[in-house]
C-alpha cells in the first residue's frame, strides 16, 4: 500500500520542518511545504497530494480558510486544520470550508495521525458514494 500524501502549508519553517518530520516518523509521504495560499494551490496543481495539512495564518494576501476553499472546489482534495487559532469567528468560517479535521496546536502524533486517517477514510468513502451514485 502506498504511504499517503500531504501537502503541509505552514508558514513558519521551522514549525514547517517538525510536522514534516512528525508525519514522516508517522509513515506518511510528504509531497510539499507551502508558507502562502497560492503557493499551496500551486503545489496542490503539481503534485495532488491525497490531503493537505493547513494552517490558517499564513503570509502573503490569502489565508488558508481561502486557500481551503479553492483546493476544495477545483481538486476535491481533503483539508484538515492545523492551527493555533480557535476563536469563533476563525472557527465558523473554517466551517464554511467543510474541513475535514481541526486540530488545535500543540499537538500530539496520536491526533495528528488519527484525524489524518479519518480525514482519509471519510473522502474514500464520499468519492465511492459519488461514483456509485454516477452509474445508477
Sequence with gaps: MKATR???VEDEAIVAMVIKKRLMNLGYSVSGVAAT??????KVEGTFP????????LKGDMDGIEAAEEI???FSIPVVYL???SDENTLERAKQTEPYGYILKPFTER???SNIEIAIHKHLKEKQKD???GEE
Design 111 to 113: 491526533d495528528l495521525s
Design 131 to 133: 461514483n456509485s451514485a
Design 37 to 42: 495560499g497560492k503557493d499551496a494551490i500551486t
Design 50 to 57: 491525497d490531503l493537505v495539512l493547513m494552517d490558517i495564518l
Design 72 to 74: 476544495r472546489k477545483r
Design 83 to 85: 492551527t493555533a487559532h
Design 6 to 8: 500531504i501537502l503541509v
